[in-house]
Nanobody, 123 residues
Framework: EVQLVESGGGLVQPGGSLRLSCAGS????????IGWFRQAPGMEREGVSC????????HYVDSVKGRFTISSDNAKNTVYLLMNSLKPEDTAVYSC????????????????WGQGTQVTVSS
């Protein structure tokens, strides 16, 4: 059974940091790409960042470049999203997704999704 479990969300003040984790099981982790998405109330889901596990290629949406960092710990089948300098507009439910890697790409077409974790940036 494929599982993706997110953790690390919470309430943080503007300018603060959070690190989200996405733990995967039930699929060949090293042959996959993992993406982080977010969805705010009333808004469409947005791709935030992704990483191809085997070669470490990464991609970020412009709004988070320089603030967010995606990384992986292959021994733990876990991908992290370190979020610094958080802004109120980063408030959303963050979800991770997994899909077979595409050659030369950081992102993928995603087959599996986690349940999500809430991130709230507010003073």
């Amino acid at each position: 059974e494929v599982q993706l479990v997110e953790s690390g969300g919470g309430l943080v003040q503007p300018g603060g940091s959070l690190r989200l984790s996405c733990a995967g099981s039930g699929f060949p982790f090293n042959d996959y790409a993992i993406g982080w998405f977010r969805q705010a109330p009333g808004m469409e889901r947005e791709g935030v960042s992704c990483i191809s596990i085997s070669d470490g290629r990464t991609h970020y949406v412009d709004s988070v470049k320089g603030r967010f960092t995606i990384s992986s710990d292959n021994a733990k089948n876990t991908v992290y999203l370190l979020m610094n300098s958080l802004k109120p507009e980063d408030t959303a439910v963050y979800s991770c997704a997994a899909g077979p890697r595409l050659a030369g790409k950081a992102c993928a077409l995603y087959d599996y999704w986690g349940q999500g974790t809430q991130v709230t940036v507010s003073s």
